[in-house]
Nanobody
Framework: QVQLVESGGGSVQAGGSLRLSCTASERTFNNYAMGWFRQAPGKEREFVAA????????RYADPVKGRFTISRDTAKNTLYLQMNSLKHEDTAVYYC??????????????????WGQGTQVTVSS
């Protein structure tokens, strides 16, 4: 079974930065659009950002626009999420996701093909 493994989560004060990584187990995932979702306690999982298979196009949820940047490194089979100016409301478990098409990476996430196990991000005020 193929896997997506996230890393880079942790605790940071408001205004700080973190970079999340998601590494695929094989090059096959370079043929997928990739994205990030997050889920806070007691809330539904929500879309954060998406990137096309080539890395040329990206899309962001309104709450993170201007603060987060999604990117991918084909040679490393790795997806990144650079998170700057973090806010308390960004606190959540962040999940890496893969889909056949970039348009599938959106709420309600019904067309996601593969999920990572998640990495915790905690932002204090």
């Amino acid at each position: 079974q193929v896997q997506l493994v996230e890393s880079g989560g942790g605790s940071v004060q408001a205004g700080g930065s973190l970079r999340l990584s998601c590494t695929a187990s094989e090059r096959t995932f370079n043929n997928y659009a990739m994205g990030w979702f997050r889920q806070a306690p007691g809330k539904e999982r929500e879309f954060v950002a998406a990137i096309s298979r080539s890395g040329a196009n990206s899309r962001y949820a309104d709450p993170v626009k201007g603060r987060f940047t999604i990117s991918r490194d084909t040679a490393k089979n790795t997806l990144y999420l650079q998170m700057n100016s973090l806010k308390h409301e960004d606190t959540a478990v962040y999940y890496c996701a893969a889909a056949q098409y970039m348009a599938f990476l959106r709420d309600p996430a019904s067309q996601v093909a593969y999920w990572g196990q998640g990495t915790q991000v905690t932002v204090s005020s």
